[in-house]
T-cell receptor, first 118, second 112 residues
């Protein structure tokens, strides 16, 4: 089945630094990947849609300059949290669909990245 | 504005019995629905889906029912097993997109 790999699984950084999270589709090509964020005991909130070869589209309320997304190839999308602050501490998860399975293909998720900003 | 709601934050069920997880949505245009299972510190794992043109889909111990008029779907797990203990999310897709809107999740605990 479709496998999505995310790295790192956890990261601790100091306030003001930037952190890059990678998301790879291992056995399929993903022209579109999705970045979600989950706060404790809350739902998964879609942050942005990453489009291969073009700009990402951000959901309302998500700062594009804060959360930089790059989708340079059909198997890799990166999310960079710039100038991280403690309130950015969260669980970030990427996902993608294998469109070879058709329109009704489910999202496959990476294992997530726990970001802690001190 | 929560378009997809799971009103029960938690549910406890005895092993071997049926688990019923519920999900309500507000947008009648949603055309595809998914259920995911999630363990702590892991990404969600896809369980089962249903298209809006159907009212039932079954896969092993998992069955999803869709009631479009009530804008309600449910996931039945039978028989429930301790390994089913996790948080379950329903998700709905607006037509013409690959985006999904997730519910708030229900924590299922299956008691041995």
């Amino acid at each position: 089945g479709a496998v999505v790999s995310q790295h790192p699984s956890w990261v601790i950084c100091k306030s003001g630094t930037s952190v890059k999270i990678e998301c790879r589709s291992l056995d399929f090509q993903a022209t579109t990947m999705f970045w979600y964020r989950q706060f404790p005991k809350q739902s998964l909130m879609l942050m942005a849609t990453s489009n291969e070869g073009s700009k990402a589209t951000y959901e309302q309320g998500v700062e594009k300059d804060k959360f930089l997304i790059n989708h340079a190839s059909l198997t890799l999308s990166t999310l960079t949290v710039t100038s991280a602050h403690p309130e950015d501490s969260s669980f970030y998860i990427c996902s993608a669909s294998d469109v070879r399975q058709g329109q009704n293909s489910p999202l496959h998720f990476g294992n997530g990245t726990r970001l802690t900003v001190t | 504005d929560q378009q997809v709601k799971q009103n029960s934050p938690s549910l406890s069920v005895q092993e071997g019995r049926i688990s019923i997880l519920n999900c309500d949505y507000t947008n009648s245009m949603f055309d595809y629905f998914l259920w995911y299972k999630k363990y702590p510190a892991e990404g969600p794992t896809f369980l089962i889906s249903i298209s809006s043109i159907k009212d039932k889909n079954e896969d092993g111990r998992f069955t999803v029912f869709l009631n479009k008029s009530a804008k309600h779907l449910s996931l039945h797990i039978v028989p429930s097993q301790p390994g089913d203990s996790a948080v379950y999310f329903c998700a709905a897709r607006p037509p013409g997109t690959y985006k999904y809107i997730f519910g708030t999740g229900t924590r299922l605990k299956v008691l041995a």
